[in-house]
């Protein structure tokens, strides 16, 4: 740098372009003053043409004109200076010159503080205390730390957000997100301290002792609550299986609780959504701290979503009664879907098939000899056929009645199948056998097939199987057929299929070209001690085979169940009459409760569907219809959804300051009842650790679009026209 005219000036030859507008520097400001610095573009020189210029114009004006002889000579120069100074900046702003200002930023340190806002502390016996008391001690704690510290307040329950009213409503808490909140907010900033006002209760997230070290700052806890063990009796969970199936039983397991109900007699209940009682059991209760798991079986009477409530007969003396009720929600299916397997000799595979299929509890399996089976085949979901149609003639009445009703059929081709029968059905794959011979045919992965997945494992552990038996012959298969496996002769990789899939108008196909698939599950076992990669492949293939594509042009999407603080979302789709999606129509949506109150709803657009959401439901049962008129179609959907009431918050009710002590002397902290809290503001404000940060940079200004210049430039202009009007120069 070289001084010039009170200025740094710095001479470099890079383009704007290539600076960058704003960069953080160090400086030492002098006297108070902030020091700018004027960058030019180009060379040093390029400014002493500017001086040369400025004074030539300068002189010819004033120096060789009879008018200004006259004048006095200080009034003479102070003129030529001004038009001098006019001339030169004028030059100079030709150059593109920029002007850096240096700044100085003082960041405070900042204290997080984090108040639990669940349900669990105003269980407490001075509820009154939290709900008007401890907010106001609470907001005098965060004056008081502003006065030295930046100071953020937030609120936590099973989510974090700006603090607001103390109102206690959160239904469950996790104090671990809090702290993951915290470090994502303000990770690379300047914090000081966590302070944490909790009674020390979480039902939700990971321990948040673990997120607190993360964190790297002490946290100051404030213990609220009551720690004392209240006399109480309570559901503390229930375990159930999602889903049964119409007319079947199914297990619940109701885990009961007792504190300091020591000889006392209760009686758990469950009732049905009619209210009538259909498991009773009268409970003794033995122990101040006693536990009992209550086995029930209830039977599934009709199908849907299903509600059934737990209930215990109340204790004398109970803290809360909140806790003495539950509800369950079971999703009883109308039925498993059934499966046919028709074989037309005994063989292996048959009992194979059967046993992985039949460990799917959603599917029923029924195994039939061909020439035996005189059943209507339209009742089934999805008909197996094995080594039909047949050399004997086996199955040939079935297989023209299976073509008739549009059933999803998988074929499992070996010796026995008259494959000249088998190109006359259109599976999707002709084979012309060459002789009676096989080719033993291990499978080999497709990576491009997409009609299902299959887990890496499964495939791995598939190609290690041993070959199936395949006929040696020329294959020809359809274009929309989508190969699952290969067949790999020996060491030499082909594209012959092995297992592959097509459609026949509204019927899937599945075809496994070969036989002894009994050696896949065997050897499942024999390797691993379990048939689960065998059954997974298996059960895969019939999931795809036997769900039936839904061809409506209307469709709402949405869960049958929600929490209470969970938002009820809906997804619509339409399609028009060449199915492609499309949503240039409106869609409504009627929301109704059990008491026939009515919502009302418009579902937004996204790029060519629908989605609504609705918000938050009180507990109870709805119904929905949703509306959609296309062309001179009117379109409807319906459905049912529940929202189910949380009841985390009343499960414990004890205030675990342990756990807030554990966090505040693993992060060198400290802990303190809601009586001290004042003496978090008294250490922090007299600590000396936390300093302020300061940030120094510069900012840079192309120096022509300053207006002060502008303002400078007329200022000059001005006092020069003066002094030549005021002279008589004019």
Not at 547 to 572: A, H, M, Y
Not at 702 to 711: D, G, P, Q, S, T
Request: positive net charge.
């Amino acid at each position: 740098m070289r001084p010039f005219g009170g200025y740094s000036i710095v001479y470099r030859k890079s383009k704007i372009a290539n600076r960058q507008p704003r960069f953080l520097t160090t400086f030492a400001a002098q006297n108070g003053l902030i020091p700018l610095n004027l960058t030019l573009q180009y060379p040093l020189w390029y400014v002493l043409i500017c001086v040369a210029v400025s004074a030539g114009f300068t002189y010819l004006l004033y120096a060789l004109k009879d008018d200004f002889t006259e004048l006095n000579k200080w009034i003479k120069r102070s003129m030529m200076a001004l038009r001098f100074l006019v001339l030169f900046i004028v030059s100079l702003l030709l150059l593109s010159p920029l002007l850096s200002t240096n700044h100085r930023d003082v960041q405070k340190p900042k204290v997080i503080v984090l108040r639990d806002n669940s349900g669990s502390v105003i269980t407490a016996k001075n509820k009154e205390f939290y709900e008007k008391q401890f907010p106001e001690k609470l907001k005098q704690l965060e004056e008081k730390l502003g006065e030295k510290y930046e100071v953020k307040a937030f609120g936590f329950a099973d989510a974090t957000g700006e603090d607001a009213q103390a109102d206690y409503s959160g239904k469950v808490t996790d104090i671990a997100q809090a702290f993951q909140y915290v470090k994502d907010i303000f990770s690379n900033q300047n914090v000081g301290a966590v302070v944490l006002a909790s009674d020390g209760i979480y039902n939700q997230g990971n321990n948040p002792v673990y997120l607190a070290k993360e964190l790297s700052v002490p946290v100051f806890s404030i213990g609220l609550g009551d720690t004392t063990r209240k006399k109480d009796l309570l559901i503390s969970g229930v375990s159930h299986n999602k889903y049964a199936y119409l007319g079947n039983n199914f297990p619940v397991e109701i885990n009961l609780e007792a504190v300091l109900c020591s000889g006392a007699n209760t009686v758990a209940r469950v009732a049905d959504e009619a209210g009538n009682i259909v498991f009773s059991q009268q409970i003794n209760i033995a122990g101040n701290r006693f536990q009992k798991v209550i086995p029930v079986m209830l039977l599934a009477k009709k199908p849907g979503l299903v509600k059934y409530s737990i209930m215990l007969e109340t204790v004398a003396g109970e803290f809360t009664k909140a806790n003495n009720s539950a509800d369950i929600f079971i999703e009883v299916l109308d039925g498993r879907q059934k499966v046919l397997l028709l074989y037309s000799a005994p063989h292996p595979d048959v009992a194979t098939i059967k046993n992985a299929i039949s460990r799917n509890e959603n599917y029923d399996i029924e195994v039939s000899p061909a020439n035996d089976f005189k059943k209507n085949t339209s009742a089934y979901n999805l008909v197996i056929l094995h080594n039909i149609p047949s050399t004997s003639g086996a199955g040939q009445t079935v297989v023209q009645e299976l073509l008739k009703n549009d059933v999803p059929l998988l074929y499992v081709l070996g010796s026995n199948t008259a494959f000249a029968n088998f190109n006359q059905l259109n599976a999707g794959l002709n084979i012309n056998a060459k002789s009676n011979s096989v080719n033993e045919s291990q499978p080999s992965a497709n990576k491009n097939f997409t009609l299902f997945t299959l887990s890496p494992e499964v495939l791995s552990q598939v190609e290690k199987f041993p070959p199936l038996l395949s006929p040696f012959a020329d294959y020809k298969t359809s274009p929309v057929a989508q190969s699952l496996f290969y067949q790999k002769i020996g060491s030499v990789s082909t594209e012959q299929p092995l297992i592959l899939f097509s459609q026949q108008e509204n019927r899937k196909i599945g075809i496994v070209v070969g036989e002894n698939i009994w050696k896949w599950r065997l050897t499942d076992y024999y390797q691993n001690d379990s048939h689960k990669h065998f059954d997974e492949l298996m059960s895969k293939i019939v999931q795809y085979l036997a769900v039936k594509q839904d061809k409506s042009q209307f469709r709402i999407i949405t869960k049958n169940k929600f929490l209470e603080n969970e938002p009820v979302l809906f997804e619509g789709e339409v399609y028009n009459d060449s199915y492609e999606l499309v949503n240039a129509a409106d869609v409504s949506l009627v929301v109704s409760n059990s008491k026939g109150k009515k919502y009302n709803f418009v579902f937004g657009k996204t790029s060519n569907a629908y989605r609504l959401d609705a918000g938050l439901f009180t507990p109870g049962n709805y119904s929905y219809q949703a509306t959609c008129k296309t062309g001179d179609k009117v379109l409807t959907a319906s459905g049912k959804f529940l929202v189910s009431e949380i009841k985390l918050e009343y499960i414990n009710t004890t205030a675990n300051h342990q756990l807030l002590r554990t966090l505040s002397s693993t992060t060198k902290g400290k802990f303190y009842l809601p009586a001290d809290m004042d003496k978090i503001a008294d250490e922090l404000l007299q600590n000396e650790t936390l300093k302020p940060i300061i940030y120094n940079y510069a900012t840079f200004d192309e120096a022509i679009h300053l207006k002060w210049i502008f303002f400078l430039l007329i200022g000059l202009v001005a006092a020069e026209w003066f002094l030549r009007k005021w002279s008589g120069g004019y």
